[in-house]
């Protein structure tokens, strides 16, 4: 079966600009985790979300929001792009929420360059 | 908050010989998982530990998680080329309602 799906896979955009990034999960899986990657901090944990309820957030200001749909699709939308925004976004899904028994599959990434 | 350490950042080793990484985390842990991210890559799930004291073997990859649920080692045997890659543990606060906490990951360079 197909795998995590995001689009699109590279993007370039302006500081002060927003930028939506897109995650299909792999079919019949309901939660929705993004991570955002740098050389610096490493993976960091964005936001998690199941039967389009948001169920964790992580440590990262308002400007990075996101949203499931009951198609357990997700999105997720950063306003007034900094120069350090970029990174690899990173979907992953899973049949739940919580990591007990719980495998995660990773998306190929999205990498957001701001200029 | 939750943080997770992993040491070394950087290994370089000789193809055939072995691999050691290591995860500590601040706090107890539910469970650990292991990812392995080739070089241009997406993180690719290797294995998840649960119980304390748990030892799990994929061929010449052993895993460890400490008795007390706060530490966690990747063992690789005779390494190969194609073993080349950042391998990252990661966990979740026992009882917490955050995401996965990831460590920084080890770079492994093999030399042939």
């Known amino acids: 079966k197909a795998g995590v799906t995001q689009t699109p896979r590279y993007l370039i955009k302006t500081r002060g600009q927003q930028v939506t990034l897109s995650c299909s999960p792999i079919?019949?899986?309901?939660?929705v985790s993004w991570y955002q990657q740098t050389p610096g901090q490493g993976l960091q944990f964005l936001f998690e979300?199941?039967?389009?309820?948001?169920?964790n957030k992580g440590n990262f200001p308002g400007r990075f929001s996101g949203r499931q749909f009951s198609n357990s699709r997700s999105e997720m939308n950063v306003s007034t792009l900094e120069l350090g925004d970029s990174a690899l976004y990173l979907c992953?899904?899973?049949?739940?929420?919580?990591?007990?028994?719980?495998?995660?599959?990773f998306g190929e990434g999205s990498w957001l360059t701001v200029v | 908050g939750q943080q997770v350490m992993q040491i070394p950042q950087y290994q370089h080793v000789q193809e055939g010989e072995d691999f050691t990484t290591y995860c500590n985390s601040s706090?107890?842990?539910?469970?650990i998982q292991w990812y392995k991210q080739r070089p241009g890559g997406h993180p690719v799930f290797l294995i998840q530990?649960?119980?304390?004291?748990e030892v799990k073997k994929q061929k010449r990859l052993t895993f460890q998680f400490g008795e007390a649920k706060k530490n966690s080692s990747l063992h690789i045997t005779a390494t190969q080329t194609t073993d080349v890659g950042t391998y990252f543990c990661?966990?979740?606060?026992?009882?917490?309602?955050?995401?996965?906490?990831f460590g920084k990951g080890t770079h492994l360079i093999i030399q042939p």
């Open positions: 990661a966990g979740r606060e026992r009882g917490g309602a955050d995401g996965l906490t």
């Open positions: 992953a899904s899973s049949l739940w929420v919580g990591s007990s028994g719980n495998t995660i599959y």
């Open positions: 530990l649960v119980k304390s004291g």
């Open positions: 706090t107890t842990l539910s469970n």
């Open positions: 979300y199941f039967s389009e309820t948001q169920r």
């Open positions: 079919s019949g899986h309901r939660s």
